[in-house]
C-alpha cells in the first residue's frame, strides 16, 4: 500500500510539478522498506515508461478527469494498470494494495471508483489496448513532438527508436585497463558466477547478461571497473589524449569521461574537469577518490571559460555539451515527458554558445570531440555543420566512411548493440 502511495505521488510531481524522477526517487525509496525499493522504482520507471498508453487506457474508463488535488488518484491509477499490464504482480494484490493505497493518499472516497476502473481494465483488455494502439505515438508512448521529429529524422528507424527506448537498459561496465585487461577482468567476473559479453566498438566496456549490484563487481571499491554504457564510454577513446597533452572535459559531471580520460592516459599534463552544477561535481570528486586519480576541478559555466581559466590554452577539448537526452530514454523515461518542443532550439543555441567559446579555448593544432546523448540533428549534425560553417579554423575530422562535411559526425542510435543513444563529431584547429 506504501509503496504504491509512494509512485502515485512521484509520478504527480513528475508528471505536473516537472521534477525529475533522479532526484524523487531517492528521497522517497527512504520512506519505504528496504524489501520494497526496487518494487518502487519498477513501478515509478515502468508507469512513466508507458505512461500516454496507461493514461489513454484509463481516460477510457473515467467519467470525468481528476483535476487539482486529486491528480494523484490519477496517478494511482496509471501505477494499478501499469501492474495489471506489465508485471507478474497477482491482479487480486496488484487490486487491493493500489485500492488501500488511496487512504494513504488522502483519497478514500475514490476506493471504489479505482477499484472499478481496474477491474473494467482486466475485463476488457483487449478492446481498451485496440482502441489505444491504433495510434503509433499511443502504442508506443511518445509524445507526438517526438515521434514527429524521430519520423523526419529517421524515416526507417523511427519505430525501432521508440521501441528500443522503452525497453529495460541493460549494465555496461568500463573496465579500468591501466589495473586488467578486458580479457583478464571477464575472466575474474566468470569466476565470480557473473557472465558478461565485450562490445565490439568500446575497447573497456563489458555488458552484463543480468544487472549487478557494485558490490559484488571485482575491485569496484578499489577502481577497477566503474558502471558506464558503452556508447559513453568511446568518449575517452575517440578524444586519444596524449602523454603531455593538458586536456579539458566541459560538462564533466558526474565524472564518468572524466575518470576514462585518466585511465587511459594516466601521463597527462594536467586534466581540467569544469561543470555549473556544485552538487553534481561532487559525484566527480566521489568518482575520481574510488579509482585514485587527480584533476583540477572547477565549477564554472562552459559558455564562459574566462570566468574560471586563466591558464594555457588546451591541446584537446572534451565538450560533453548539455542537450535533450533523448539518446538515454530508456534509462530516463521522465525524459519523454520532461522535454518541452521549445527546449530543442533552446539547448541547441547554449551548445552553440559553449561550442564558439571553448574554441577559443583550444590551441592551434589541438582538437575539440563533440559529444551529446542526444539522436536530434538540431543537436547534432546540423549544430556542427553550422559551427564548421561559421568557424574558418575549424576543420573537421571524419570518425567513419559517413561521416563527412555535409553530414558530420558519428550518430549511435539506442538499442544498436544494446547501446545508449550518442553523437561524436571531432574538430581540429587549424595551426
Not at 521522465?334 to 554558445?353: C, E, T
Request: with cysteine; aromatic share 6%; glycine share 6%.
Amino acid at each position: 500500500m506504501k509503496t504504491r502511495a509512494a509512485a502515485a505521488n512521484i509520478l504527480h510531481q513528475v508528471l505536473n510539478q516537472g521534477q525529475s524522477l533522479s532526484t524523487l526517487l531517492p528521497r522517497y525509496q527512504q520512506e519505504v522498506a528496504a524489501k520494497d525499493r526496487a518494487l518502487l522504482q519498477e513501478l515509478c520507471f515502468g508507469t512513466l515508461r508507458w505512461y500516454s498508453r496507461l493514461d489513454a487506457i484509463a481516460k477510457q474508463l473515467l467519467e470525468k478527469p481528476l483535476k487539482g488535488k486529486y491528480q494523484s488518484v490519477h496517478s494511482l491509477l496509471l501505477v494499478g494498470i501499469y501492474q495489471l499490464l506489465y508485471t507478474r504482480i497477482p491482479a487480486h494484490a496488484a487490486l487491493a494494495e493500489t485500492v488501500n493505497a488511496c487512504k494513504l493518499l488522502k483519497a478514500e472516497p475514490f476506493k471504489g471508483m479505482v477499484n472499478g476502473v481496474l477491474r473494467n481494465v482486466q475485463r476488457q483488455q483487449d478492446e481498451l489496448t485496440a482502441k489505444v494502439d491504433a495510434l503509433p505515438q499511443l502504442r508506443l508512448a511518445h509524445p507526438n513532438w517526438l515521434v514527429k521529429r524521430l519520423q523526419k529524422a529517421y524515416p526507417e528507424q523511427w519505430q525501432d527508436i521508440l521501441e528500443a527506448n522503452n525497453q529495460h537498459p541493460p549494465m555496461w561496465i568500463r573496465v579500468n585497463q591501466s589495473h586488467h585487461s578486458r580479457e583478464d577482468y571477464l575472466a575474474l567476473l566468470q569466476q565470480s558466477g557473473q557472465e558478461a559479453e565485450p562490445d565490439n566498438l568500446a575497447e573497456g566496456a563489458l555488458r552484463l547478461a543480468r544487472p549487478a549490484d557494485v558490490t559484488t563487481l571485482p575491485g569496484f571499491e578499489l577502481g577497477h571497473s566503474s558502471v558506464q554504457d558503452a556508447a559513453a564510454q568511446m568518449a575517452a577513446q575517440l578524444l586519444e589524449a596524449a602523454p603531455g597533452e593538458t586536456v579539458l572535459d566541459a560538462c564533466a559531471a558526474p565524472g564518468g569521461k572524466t575518470a576514462h580520460i585518466l585511465e587511459r592516459q594516466p601521463a597527462l599534463a594536467q586534466l581540467v574537469a569544469v561543470d555549473m552544477d556544485g552538487e553534481r561535481l561532487k559525484r566527480v570528486y566521489q568518482n575520481l577518490e574510488r579509482i585514485g586519480l587527480q584533476a583540477t576541478v572547477i565549477q564554472g559555466d562552459a559558455a564562459k571559460p574566462a570566468d574560471w581559466w586563466q591558464g594555457p590554452a588546451f591541446d584537446r577539448i572534451l565538450l560533453d555539451a548539455p542537450c535533450s537526452a533523448t539518446g538515454v530514454i530508456r534509462r530516463h523515461p521522465d525524459i519523454k515527458w520532461l522535454r518541452r518542443p521549445d527546449d530543442i532550439a533552446q539547448l541547441a543555441a547554449l551548445q552553440a554558445q559553449i561550442l564558439d567559446a571553448l574554441w577559443q579555448q583550444l590551441k592551434p593544432g589541438g582538437t575539440l570531440l563533440y559529444a551529446t546523448c542526444s539522436i536530434l540533428p538540431d543537436e547534432n549534425s546540423a549544430q556542427i555543420k553550422a559551427f564548421l560553417q561559421r568557424t574558418p579554423d575549424a576543420r573537421h575530422l571524419p570518425l567513419h566512411p559517413s561521416d563527412t562535411v555535409e553530414q558530420p559526425g558519428w550518430q549511435l542510435l539506442p538499442g544498436a548493440e544494446q547501446r545508449d543513444g550518442f553523437y561524436y563529431a571531432k574538430l581540429s584547429k587549424l595551426p
